[in-house]
């Protein structure tokens, strides 16, 4: 149990169409970064949230966007989706303040595009 | 810039024997490292850290690791194999303290473990 939770589980969408992806970090985290895993492959850092900016982005297209809200809860958003999004999602939270803290993750979302 | 690579995309062991996963890095700044295991159709669990304290780090369910700056290695152990910890293991680096890049983690492609009875 590591007090990231992600929703939902489990989501099937169709090309073209938007989804969003909700988390919620552990308490008292300040920080929030999303990954991508494909089948088969190591997760692929997508983007940090820190105190509701954004941090630092990967190699993602910007059609992959996020928000993190007050509460340190965070959303990835992902636009005209496309069959190669088709992946498990994952939430990392940790506390910034101090390099080396814990990096905790969630269950994670499988997305599903057809 | 970081990388990771795992070598042995499948690692098979008899239970009770030693478990050795490879990873090295490539990384312009002190790294801090990490391992991480999954389980089918599950998220991470975090195993063990470095931190730049100790380079062997001990962590949970018997696994330990050992930074070596001039291999540029941290190898997974675990003296003996049981049946339970056949899952998937995955390296990551991230940059250590300076700027704001901690917690970017770079994962490696991962290393099946398979253990046989």
């Known amino acids: 149990e590591t007090g990231v939770t992600q929703s939902p589980t489990h989501l099937i969408k169709t090309r073209g169409q938007q989804v969003t992806l909700r988390c919620s970090s552990q308490?008292?985290?300040?920080?929030v970064s999303w990954y991508q895993q494909a089948l088969g492959q190591g997760p692929q850092f997508i983007f940090q949230?820190?105190?509701?900016?954004?941090?630092g982005r990967g190699n993602f297209p910007p059609r992959f966007s996020g928000l993190q809200f007050p509460n340190y809860s965070s959303e990835l958003n992902v636009n005209a989706l496309e069959l190669d999004d088709s992946a498990l999602y994952l939430c990392?939270?940790?506390?910034?303040?101090?390099?080396?803290?814990?990096?905790?993750f969630g269950e994670g979302s499988w997305l599903t595009v057809v | 810039a970081q990388s990771v690579t795992q070598l042995g995309s499948h690692v098979s062991v008899s239970e009770g024997a030693l478990v050795l996963l490879r990873c090295n890095y490539s990384s312009s700044v002190p790294p801090y490292l990490f391992w991480y295991v999954q389980y089918p159709n599950q998220g991470l669990q975090l195993l063990l850290k470095?931190?730049?304290?100790?380079?062997l780090v001990k962590g949970i369910n018997g696994f330990e690791a050992e930074f070596k700056k001039s291999e540029t290695s941290f190898h997974l152990t675990k003296p003996s194999a049981h049946m339970s910890d056949a899952a998937e293991y995955f390296c990551a680096v991230t940059p250590s303290a300076g700027g704001t890049s901690y917690g970017k983690l770079t994962f490696g492609q991962g290393t099946i473990l398979t253990v046989h009875p």
């Open positions: 470095y931190t730049s304290a100790a380079t």
């Open positions: 308490s008292g985290h300040n920080t």
């Open positions: 990392a939270s940790s506390l910034y303040a101090g390099s080396g803290n814990t990096i905790y």
């Open positions: 949230y820190y105190r509701e900016e954004e941090n």
